[in-house]
Nanobody
């Protein structure tokens, strides 16, 4: 099981930028995709973005396309960091953002079977 730790959240004005990081550590028996989900107050947790182990494939929710960019750095087979660069932030981006990992090659819907971070608050003021 991986351990995931998010950082980089906070308060920003609309139109501003934030960069989230998620450090993964621990041994697994297979390579893993990583991604971000978010949950606003009173709403369900939604997919935001995902990236394959190699970084060659990335997915985005329609609501963040063109504004958010996901990337990752694999230091080795037991340590990897995924980033979410968030630009042109809007008040509707306000949520708790969660990092997740799951078996590489599977879609983000399989994240529920993987590992999750504790979540980090992002607040965008109007």
């Amino acid at each position: 099981q991986l351990q995931l730790v998010e950082s980089g959240g906070g308060l920003v004005q609309a139109g501003g930028s934030l960069r989230l990081s998620c450090a993964a550590s621990g041994r697994t028996f297979s390579r893993y995709a990583m991604g971000w989900f978010r949950q606003a107050p009173g709403k369900e947790r939604d997919f935001v973005s995902a990236i394959s182990w190699s970084g060659g494939t990335a997915y985005y929710a329609d609501s963040v396309k063109g504004r958010f960019t996901i990337s990752r750095d694999n230091a080795n087979d037991v340590k990897s960091t995924v980033y979410l660069q968030m630009n042109s932030l809007k008040p509707e981006d306000t949520a708790v953002y969660y990092c997740a990992s799951w078996k590489d090659g599977l879609g983000p819907e399989y994240a529920r079977f993987g590992s999750w971070g504790q979540g980090i608050q992002v607040t965008v003021s109007s």
